[in-house]
Nanobody, 114 residues
């Protein structure tokens, strides 16, 4: 079992920034990908960004140049630094672990509104 706990969500004005954090614990494998997904009201959950154990990253087109994912492997942490936030970024953000099995965090809500 792997546990993931997110933090850092909240209310922010358009153009603002937030950093989400996720701590990973449990039976962590040597090779795994960590990612951030989000789900807006009435929409399907979608990948925002992910990072492999080698540090290879990928991003959804709508967040490129605004969001940055990075991981601290020794501390089993993954972060999502979000800048220039837009109302359409409003969603519940989920931390995701993909190894031989996939695990999810409970989610943290991000609301972008003036």
């Amino acid at each position: 079992q792997v546990q993931l706990v997110e933090s850092g969500g909240g209310l922010v004005q358009p153009g603002g920034f937030l950093q989400l954090s996720c701590v990973v614990s449990g039976n962590i494998e040597r090779r795994y990908t960590l990612g951030w997904f989000r789900q807006a009201p009435g929409k399907q959950r979608e990948l925002v960004a992910d990072i492999s154990e080698r540090g290879i990253t990928s991003y959804q087109d709508s967040v490129k140049d605004r969001f940055t994912i990075h991981r601290n492997t020794p501390e089993n942490m993954v972060y999502l630094h979000m800048t220039d936030l837009k109302p359409e970024d409003t969603a519940v953000y989920y931390c995701n672990y993909r190894g031989s099995t996939t695990y999810w965090g409970q989610g943290t809500r991000v609301t972008v509104s003036s």
